[in-house]
């Protein structure tokens, strides 16, 4: 089935921690996004990618990193820069004129 | 720039009643729209999408959405509201450059 995988579901970091988020479809759709929820806020854009090798940031990009290397892929790093992390992340997948795919999330705790 | 604006955060019904979360949308073309799902702790489902054929549009779970061009509104509703339909929705609109412009999002509430 096709469809994107995040991992983990559940991620804790330390204070000044870097944590890396996983994103993989298999879709083969050749946008892909980045998006924190926090409770009342909405979506929020953090980066997207609209081919390989090329990124651009969104709304709320301080504090985070990200790659594309492979059309599959968009990894999300949370740096120590990022000072207030605990968040449910969101990736999606989008063709043009199509409809958004999102993975299951993964709830990022600071302890 | 485009927009997007749901009316309500919160919205509350009672079992059985008629479900409406309203949708409206800044755009000089017509655009593709979308309303999704979202229960907690987890990712969006999408419900429905507009994409210029017909005006009323069906999804899943027995959810509707009518696009009015002139109201530049994408309102969805639900007959008749089920326990199992209280989550988090969320409207959105697509230009042409692979960006989705999203609402704030609307909790529904069922009440028994």
């Known amino acids: 089935d096709g469809g994107i995988t995040q991992s983990p579901k559940y991620l804790f970091r330390k204070e000044g921690q870097n944590v890396t988020l996983s994103c993989e479809q298999n879709?083969?759709?050749?946008?892909m996004y980045w998006y924190r929820q926090d409770p009342g806020q909405g979506l929020r854009l953090i980066y997207y990618?609209?081919?390989?090798?090329?990124?651009q940031k969104g709304d709320i990009a301080e504090g985070y990193s990200v790659s594309r290397e492979k059309k599959e892929s968009f990894p999300l790093t949370v740096t120590s820069a990022q000072k207030n992390p605990t968040a449910f992340y969101l990736c999606?997948?989008?063709?043009?004129?199509?409809?958004?795919?999102f993975g299951q999330g993964t709830r990022l705790t600071v302890v | 720039a485009q927009s997007v604006t749901q009316l309500g955060s919160h919205v509350s019904v009672s079992e059985g009643a008629l479900v409406l979360l309203r949708c409206n949308y800044s755009?000089?073309?017509?655009?593709?729209l979308f309303w999704y799902v979202q229960y907690p702790n987890q990712g969006l489902q999408l419900l429905l999408k507009?994409?210029?054929?017909a005006t009323l549009v069906k999804g899943i779970n027995g959810f509707e959405a009518e696009f009015k061009k002139s109201e530049t509104s994408f309102h969805l509703t639900k007959p008749s509201a089920h326990m199992s339909d209280a989550a988090e929705y969320f409207c959105?609109?697509?230009?042409?450059?692979?960006?989705?412009?999203w609402g704030a999002g609307t909790k529904l509430i069922i009440k028994p």
């Open positions: 999606a997948s989008i063709q043009a004129n199509t409809e958004a795919f």
């Open positions: 879709l083969n759709h050749d946008a």
């Open positions: 990618s609209q081919i390989v090798n090329d990124f």
């Open positions: 755009s000089s073309v017509p655009p593709y």
């Open positions: 507009y994409t210029s054929a």
């Open positions: 959105a609109v697509s230009d042409s450059n692979y960006q989705l412009i």
